[in-house]
C-alpha cells in the first residue's frame, strides 16, 4: 500500500511509517507541487496532510484507491468532508493532541499584553529604568469572554480560572447543563452580551459558512475600548481590515493573533504596521509536546484504518 504525506511531519511518524511496511512517499513540500501530488495520490490508499494541502473533491476524484485520510491537527477547512464522506473515505484527526499547548499560548498571549516583560527587558538594555510605566495590569478579576466553549476553549477556562478570572463565553451547541458551565462554571451568554463584557476574547470556533467574518465591522464594535482580542482559531474568523481599523480608531486595544486569512501574511497586510498587533506564524499548536502527541496519534490511527482494525 502507497501513503503519501504531503506536509511536514514530526517525530515519531515517519519512523512509525517506516516500520509499517507499506511504501512511503514522504516530501514535506509536496503541498506546493499540486500536479505531482495529484499523480501520487492516483495509487495511494492513505494521504497524511496539516492545513496547506488543499483535499478538494478534485483530489479525491484523482485518487481511486484512496481509503483514508489523516489530518494533521483539528481545522477541516482545507477538506472537502462531503467528497470524503461521499467516497465512504475515512478521516482521521488529531483531535485534542494540540489543545493543551493552544490553551497554554492564548494564557501567554494574555500574559503578553498584561504584563509585557520583553518591552521592560529592552528599556533595562537601553539604559533606562521605567518602573512606573511599565508596571502592567492583572488578569486577577478580569473577564474572559469565550467565542466558543469545545475542548481548547474549556482548557483556556480552566486556566483563566486558576488567574482570577471569570469566564463567560458564547457557544450556540453548549446547553446549560453542560459540563462546560455546570462544572467549570463558565456563563453562557448571547454573542453579543459576550463582546460587550468581556476584558478579552478569545476565539475558538472552527471556519465554516457560518463563521467567515463572524467578528465583522459591527461585531468588534460591540467590544470595549480597552479590551483584547486573541484568535487562534482561524484567520477568516475576523474581519482582518475592519480589526486594523478599530485599533487604530481606539475601539479597541490590541489583538494577538496567531492565524491570518491567508498565510504566510501577505507583504501588503495592514496587519504587518499595526502596532496594536502581535503576530505569530500559526504556532498556538506547535509545542514539541504537542507535535509528538498529533504525529503519534494520527499515523497510529491511520495504519489501523488501513489495517482493518476498530479505533476506539
Known amino acids: 500500500m502507497l501513503i503519501v504525506v504531503s506536509e511536514w511531519l514530526a517525530s515519531p511518524g515517519p519512523e512509525l511509517l517506516e516500520a509499517s511496511g507499506h511504501t512511503i512517499c514522504f516530501d514535506p513540500i509536496l503541498w506546493r507541487d499540486p500536479e505531482r501530488l495529484r499523480e501520487l495520490v492516483a495509487e495511494a490508499e492513505a494521504l497524511i496532510v496539516r492545513n496547506q494541502t488543499r483535499v478538494t473533491a478534485s483530489l479525491i476524484e484523482a485518487a481511486p484507491r484512496l481509503r483514508v485520510v489523516g489530518r494533521l491537527g483539528v481545522g477541516l477547512d482545507n477538506i472537502d468532508l462531503e467528497a470524503l464522506r461521499s467516497r465512504g473515505i475515512e478521516l482521521v484527526t488529531a483531535r485534542q493532541a494540540n489543545a493543551i499547548a493552544v490553551a497554554e499560548y492564548v494564557m501567554a498571549a494574555m500574559l503578553h499584553v498584561t504584563r509585557n516583560l520583553a518591552a521592560a527587558d529592552a528599556s533595562v538594555r537601553a539604559g533606562k529604568w521605567e518602573r512606573e510605566q511599565l508596571g502592567g495590569t492583572e488578569l486577577w478579576g478580569r473577564t474572559l469572554g469565550l467565542v466558543g466553549v469545545g475542548e481548547i476553549g474549556r482548557r483556556v477556562a480552566r486556566r483563566a480560572l486558576a488567574f482570577g478570572m471569570s469566564v463567560i463565553g458564547y457557544d450556540p451547541f453548549i446547553g446549560p447543563y453542560d459540563y462546560a458551565p455546570a462544572e467549570l462554571r463558565i456563563r453562557l451568554l448571547p454573542l453579543a452580551e459576550v463582546l460587550a463584557q468581556a476584558d478579552v476574547v478569545s476565539v475558538h470556533v472552527p471556519l465554516s459558512p457560518e463563521t467567515y467574518h463572524l467578528l465583522d465591522a ?50 501588503e497586510s495592514p496587519l504587518r504596521s499595526c502596532p496594536s498587533v502581535l503576530l505569530t506564524p500559526h ?24 489495517a482493518g482494525l476498530s479505533v476506539g
Open 283 to 306: 504556532i498556538a499548536g506547535l509545542t514539541a509536546e504537542a507535535q509528538e502527541r498529533t504525529s503519534r496519534l494520527v499515523v497510529t490511527e491511520v495504519l489501523q484504518r488501513l
Open 218 to 267: 459591527s461585531r468588534l464594535a460591540q467590544m470595549r475600548s480597552q479590551a483584547v482580542l486573541i484568535n487562534t482559531a482561524r484567520g477568516g474568523i475576523v474581519d482582518e481590515n475592519a480589526l486594523v481599523e478599530a485599533l487604530a480608531a481606539g475601539r479597541l486595544r490590541y489583538a494577538v493573533l496567531d492565524v491570518t486569512e491567508e498565510e504566510p501574511l501577505p507583504a
